[in-house]
């Protein structure tokens, strides 16, 4: 099975940045469709960022323009650089995985706290 683990959070003031990471192991790897999410308390998860097997990004609506979604495929590990950071971005995130695009996210991280402070 797929492990994923995430690390970088912290607490930062606001207009900060911090790199999240997230290393896949557990399997022979190969680009998967991944993802971070986050969930603030008392809200639902929304995806953040996602990149396909080839590639491709997109992004959540209230983070274009200010994170970025890598991955380094040598490392098997997953990034995302979060820059001007608002104290709305606060929330623990989460990597996410799927075996196929058009699976369901199988795969889960356990989390990392980001906190911003005004």
């Known amino acids: 099975d797929v492990q994923l683990v995430e690390s970088g959070g912290c607490s930062v003031q606001a207009g900060g940045s911090l790199r999240l990471s997230c290393v896949a192991s557990?399997?022979?790897?190969?680009?998967?469709?991944m993802a971070w999410f986050r969930q603030a308390p008392g809200k639902e998860r929304d995806r953040v960022a996602q990149?396909?097997?080839?590639?491709?990004?997109t992004y959540g609506y209230s983070v274009r323009g200010r994170f970025t979604i890598t991955q380094d495929n040598a490392k098997s590990t997953l990034y995302l650089q979060m820059n001007s950071l608002k104290p709305e971005d606060t929330a623990m995130y989460y990597c996410?995985?799927?075996?196929?695009?058009?699976?369901?996210?199988?795969?889960w991280g356990q989390g990392t706290q980001v906190t911003v402070s005004s």
């Open positions: 996410a995985a799927k075996p196929f695009s058009t699976s369901g996210w199988t795969y």
């Open positions: 990149i396909e097997s080839n590639g491709m990004r």
């Open positions: 557990g399997y022979t790897y190969r680009p998967l469709p």
